[in-house]
């Protein structure tokens, strides 16, 4: 159980491309899912959260209208990168927790989206 | 945010134990010790998680002093799969939930 899917799994594309990339809980429903990113051979760093039915949190330095993030529904957010460049490229993951906020439950990781801007 | 601190890697031979350390000396009273590994070009992993007493589950076991200033994830007997960066944080219950990794440690198995 607790299985989230991201997709897609790898994207390659043009500059000054916008890339959508979905994030979805198959088998609970997630009230906040949260985005990370990461550079190669560093750690994951927090983007935003993102909440259902509401705006998304962005941590501090993240853009946010760079990084459109949309919470429709309790088992999907989509993280859009507008007009992306070469410094955007990078591996993106999600993760979505279930059960309430302050429950202290595990949270559950997407396989992330490598995203290569040309 | 009460802060971790983990080796920056290890090794350790196929088929023994692995303890891997964590010091969080400013750890507060509602504070939980996670555990999570990241295996190449994979999304993290939940391990395993511990309030004040010792956990076991099927991946992992986790050994938390009575001070809770130091933990330790413990593989009973590691396999060439588990190598991976393994994170430890801490969140507060009463928190927004978002975990914050640090560097981890890297861990390498030996066949």
């Known amino acids: 159980g607790a299985v989230v899917s991201q997709h897609p799994s790898w994207v390659i594309c043009k500059s000054g491309t916008s890339v959508k990339i979905e994030c979805r809980s198959l088998d609970f429903q997630a009230t906040t899912m949260f985005w990370y990113r990461q550079f190669p051979k560093q750690s994951l760093m927090l983007m935003a959260t993102s909440n259902e039915g509401s705006k998304a949190t962005y941590e501090q330095g993240v853009e946010k209208d760079k990084f459109l993030i949309n919470h429709a529904s309790l088992t999907l957010s989509t993280l859009t990168v507008t007009s992306a460049h070469p410094e955007d490229s990078s591996f993106y993951i999600c993760?979505?927790?279930?059960?309430?906020?302050?429950?202290?439950?595990?949270?559950?990781f997407g396989d992330g989206t490598r995203l290569s801007i040309l | 945010d009460a802060k971790t601190t983990q080796p920056n890697s290890m090794e350790s031979n196929e088929e023994e134990p692995v303890h891997l350390p964590c010091n969080h000396s400013t750890i507060s009273g509602t504070d939980y010790i996670h555990w999570y590994r990241q295996l190449p070009s994979q999304g993290p992993e939940y391990v395993i998680h511990g309030l004040t007493s010792n956990v076991n589950n099927r991946m992992a076991s986790l050994a938390i002093a009575e001070d809770r200033k130091s933990s330790t994830l413990i593989l009973h007997r590691a396999t060439l799969r588990d190598a991976a960066v393994y994170y430890c944080?801490?969140?507060?219950?009463?928190?927004?939930?978002?975990?914050?990794f640090g560097k981890g440690t890297r861990l390498h198995i030996l066949p």
């Open positions: 993760s979505a927790m279930a059960g309430t906020v302050g429950s202290n439950q595990p949270q559950h």
């Open positions: 944080i801490l969140r507060a219950s009463e928190r927004d939930d978002k975990i914050i």
